[in-house]
């Protein structure tokens, strides 16, 4: 992660960026919480970092997450972006680890699709995916198998998503204090950042063991 050009030295930065991914805090509370610690740096400056710094952090997560299972459970939740509903699918495996996610504009299979598509370049192909009723889930696994000659089995058991309902539940509590999301892509990278710091919650980084915070500026690099 290049801080060249900033103000404020690179583990300065780090610490505002995971106060804000981490903890149900607004940026003006970041901003407080840095003037307790002795830096003085606006909201503004702490949302600009958060911002340029997420999608970085999210690619090297990729690198060394560590591998997940074969059977996923997917689900999308609502995420409000300035006053409009917007669609977060996120994936895990039976043991809660977390696969993949994407914040779309629409609940389609399109949107369904892209979100398959991505979750499986990052990963693998799963054996089975659990879903809900949803006809946009079942027609995207479905193009998909036939796309690409492939045998995912589509399961539909309630109960078996509720390991991803309940993991949805940490999301939406992270930003429940935060104002709503004025950009779309403020919100995809926002979330993005929160979902990293979600996986190092979970122990997902190849050669945890540490503190959660020198973890997240290993990423940083």
């Not at 610490?15 to 610690?37: G, H």
């Not at 949805?168 to 204090?177: E, P, S, V």
């Amino acid at each position: 992660m290049n801080t060249k050009g900033h103000f404020y030295p690179k583990y300065v930065i780090l610490q505002a960026v995971y106060f804000k991914l981490r903890f149900t805090l607004s940026y003006r509370d970041v901003e407080e919480v840095m003037k307790i610690r002795g830096v003085i740096v606006d909201h503004s400056t702490i949302q600009r970092w958060v911002y340029k710094f997420t999608l970085f952090i999210e690619a090297e997560i990729k690198k060394r997450k560590g591998r997940v299972g074969t059977s996923w459970r997917m689900d999308e939740t609502y995420i409000k972006v300035k006053g409009i509903w917007r669609y977060l699918y996120r994936a895990v495996d039976k043991l809660g680890n977390t696969v993949e996610f994407l914040l779309t504009r629409k609940r389609q299979r399109m949107s369904a699709q892209s979100f398959l598509i991505k979750a499986i370049s990052n990963n693998y192909k799963p054996r089975v995916i659990n879903i809900d009723k949803s006809g946009s889930n079942t027609a995207a696994i479905k193009v998909y198998n036939k796309l690409s000659f492939s045998k995912i089995k589509i399961r539909q058991c309630k109960y078996l998503n509720n390991v991803v309902e309940q993991d949805h539940r940490f999301i939406k509590w992270r930003i429940q204090n935060g104002l709503c999301f004025k950009s779309f892509e403020s919100a995809k990278r926002t979330l993005s950042g929160i979902e990293v710091v979600h996986m190092l919650r979970k122990n997902q980084m190849v050669g945890s063991g540490i503190s959660m915070f020198k973890l997240f500026c290993k990423l940083a690099g």
